[in-house]
């Protein structure tokens, strides 16, 4: 990387940390590194007026063209309530129909993006969906007295909405939407609430108008910068920091947050150790990228990325006990695997990788041993954001563990912005 590149990865970032290190940092300068990699010239989350070219029944999938040679993967069976914007006597989905999707996620390795007919609009205290009915509260707040009001108001307001809206629209379908009232409208004053609800109902509503009238390939809606709603899921349910050293950027953020109180926001402006200096980005990122990553304790993993799964190979290194006891060689190997466990888990965030995960750990002779770490592997996946499963562990001590796709690798956005 020249200077410049290498300067720019420090504008903007957010930390998190497990066991009190460095989990994730986020940047929006062409390189974005971290649990969620903030692609700034991804279509994940904008909404079209596609049309499909091609249907694949042996896979039960069709493709829908959403701009000039983009095409969007869409799973047919799990887009049960397609959303026609042409004339049908069916609800099958055919070649040349028009349908009002959005991009669930960026192209990935090999993959096209990915489609759906779940339409949704998200503010800070409200989402709109096309997949809801009426009014649903999230689980941390449906008790709290502006969340429960609020949902007494739009169950009136959206009825008597939809039923004016598909006639004035005159559409050869119906269309609906309910409304989801987010954790962070707990603590929000409720005309606050109530009115970002009805400016996305409005949104919401201007954004199938113009889909019922548009034509193919009409981009219908551009979701906020990557950024801002990554800072704003954040802040939903945390108090946070957000440091930057670009002007532009803090002018930009504290536009959309200047009211959060959830988030603060300063301007570093010391030019004498630049920001990525301060938080050692470089170093953070050297290590996300290298196939070794050395353990405290002497040993290290071997992470492997392919096209069909991710391999973690775990080595006692330097680690090598002069115990005699087979008791005490055990502990120290069960030690050992518990560290890169740990370890494995904070990589995993840092390079993005999802997918199928095989770890080979160091044979352990006691099934206790095994029980003690897939059961730590198991707390610290629960704590991940992104939904990470820890099957089980195969007779040959092999550990299978899933990630949910979160968009594209470290590895492969580094190499997009080389």
Known sequence: RDTDRSRGLGDVYKRQHIDGRLVSAEYDNNICVGLDILSPTGVMGNIYAGRVENVVKNINCAFVEIENKIKCYYQLENNKNNIFLN???????????KLLVQVSNDAHKTKPPTATSKIDISGQYIVVSSDVKGVSISNKCKKASVCIEASS??????????TAFNDKLQASGTFSYGIIIRSSAANADINTVLNEAYSLIDQYEHIIQNAVFGTFYTKLYEKEPPMVSELRHLSADNTIEVIT?????????????????????????DELLPLYKLYSVEKTLSEALSRKVWLKCGGYIIIEQTEAMSV???????????????????????????EAGIEIIRQLRLRNISGIIIIDFINMAQQESRDKLLSVLKEYARLESIQTNVVDITPLGLVE?????????LKELIKTGE
């Open 153 to 162: 108001v739009l169950k009136d307001y959206i009825k008597e909405h939809l």
């Open 312 to 338: 973690v190979d775990v080595n006692s290194g330097k680690n090598v006990t002069k115990a005699k006891k087979e008791a005490d060689k055990e502990n120290n190997i069960l030690k050992t695997n518990i």
């Open 87 to 97: 004339t049908k006597n069916n609800k099958a989905v055919n070649i040349g129909d």
């Open 245 to 269: 050293d670009i002007p532009y950027y803090y002018d930009l953020l504290n536009t959309h947050f200047k009211d959060n109180s959830n988030m603060s926001l300063r301007l570093y402006e």
């Open 401 to 409: 563990m899933t990630r949910k796709n979160n968009g594209k690798t």
